[in-house]
């Protein structure tokens, strides 16, 4: 298993940006498949972004394509997720999640490890 911390969560108003961070702790984090994913209170878990180990595949959910970025560096163990043009309707606690393996998923069941989540509030 590997232990997934987040930051970068906070208040910020409708259009504004967010960078959020997830540091990996483990030898092995360039050998992981990453993805971020967002829940909202009272809705389910939904996937937002996924980014393979070599960063040559990213998937995007429709509603953040555009707008927001994820990107790794596999020498710091951290990925990361660009928030761009941030919408009320982003507001969420955001998730960063392992795979334990290399390919890219937007599957939820696919990630063995979680981290405890950043929240990210959008004010209109």
């Known amino acids: 298993q590997v232990q997934l911390v987040e930051s970068g969560g906070g208040l910020v108003q409708a259009g504004g940006s967010l960078r959020l961070s997830c540091a990996a702790s483990?030898?092995?984090?360039?050998?992981?498949?990453m993805g971020w994913f967002r829940q909202a209170p009272g809705k389910e878990r939904e996937f937002v972004a996924a980014?393979?180990?070599?960063?040559?595949?990213?998937y995007y959910a429709d509603s953040v394509k555009g707008r927001f970025t994820i990107s790794r560096d596999n020498a710091k163990n951290t990925v990361y997720l660009q928030m761009n043009s941030l919408k009320p309707e982003d507001t969420a606690l955001y998730y960063c999640?392992?795979?334990?393996?290399?390919?890219?998923?937007?599957?939820?069941?696919?990630?063995?490890?979680w981290g405890q989540g950043t929240q990210v509030t959008v004010s209109s």
């Open positions: 999640a392992a795979r334990l393996t290399s390919g890219a998923s937007r599957r939820e069941t696919d990630f063995a490890s």
């Open positions: 483990g030898r092995t984090f360039s050998t992981y498949a």
């Open positions: 980014i393979s180990w070599g960063s040559t595949v990213t």
